[in-house]
């Protein structure tokens, strides 16, 4: 079973600033089985990037997905105050069919 | 626009079942090129998948719940379901359902999500 480490488990951050989140893999990862996730208090997750680097529908250019193999990154090139929320990674595996979800990181103002 | 509304007891007592339903409404479960799915979230804790289905029942599961979870759709009225045996406090959870691209298996539509509370 493939486990998804995703850290720091908590950034603290300014509005304006650059946040990058890191989601480290196990064994290595097919890239297109790669997403990510915002989640805010009380809200449903919401999908940000699958294919590791591909936005979904009406997701800010702001937000990019990177890597590949076991490395993923997460990166909010200037943070919004509706970016502050918790960040999940995924991950899909073929043998034998499995989900993965991160642990999560928490991206909180300074 | 597509919605799924999750629904069930929001109490279950501890070693029985806890059975909930979604329903898909504006789009169809048996889409070829969608899996459906069921994620839970533990208070303050993170996200938890517990298995996907095909339209045609073809099933994967967790392998930490596999012994106890069965999902399986109802496509005539476009529901699929969820039921989880001998459940414990740890079962406490929001259930959410959600729809999965068939090929590249992540989940782009969210139900609300469904809180259960297992009491002792």
């Known amino acids: 079973e493939i486990v998804l480490t995703q850290s720091p488990g908590t950034l603290s951050l300014s509005p304006g600033e650059r946040a990058t989140l890191s989601c480290r893999a196990s064994q290595s990862v097919t890239s297109n089985y790669l997403a990510w996730y915002q989640q805010k208090p009380g809200q449903t997750p919401r999908l940000l990037i699958y294919g590791a680097s591909s936005r979904a529908t009406g997701i800010p250019d702001r937000f990019s997905g990177s890597g590949s193999g076991t490395d993923f990154t997460l990166t909010i090139s200037r943070l919004e105050p509706e970016d502050f929320a918790v960040y999940y990674c995924q991950q899909y595996v073929t043998s034998p069919r499995a989900l993965t979800f991160g642990g999560g990181t928490k991206v909180e103002i300074k | 626009q597509l919605q799924l509304r999750e629904s069930g007891p929001g109490l279950v007592k501890a070693s029985e079942t806890l059975s909930l339903t979604c329903t898909v409404s504006?789009?169809?479960?048996?889409?070829?090129?969608?899996?459906w799915g069921w994620i839970r979230q533990p208070p303050g804790k993170g996200l938890e998948w517990i298995g996907t289905i095909f339209y045609t029942g073809t099933t994967f599961y967790s392998p930490s719940l596999k012994s106890r979870v069965t999902i399986s759709v109802v496509r005539s009225i476009n529901q699929l379901s969820l039921k989880l045996s001998s459940v414990t406090a740890a079962d406490t959870a929001v259930y959410y359902c959600?729809?999965?691209?068939?090929?590249?298996?992540?989940?782009?539509?969210w139900g609300k999500g469904t809180a259960v509370t297992v009491s002792s």
């Open positions: 504006g789009g169809s479960i048996s889409s070829s090129t969608h899996y």
């Open positions: 959600a729809r999965l691209d068939y090929y590249d298996y992540y989940m782009d539509v």
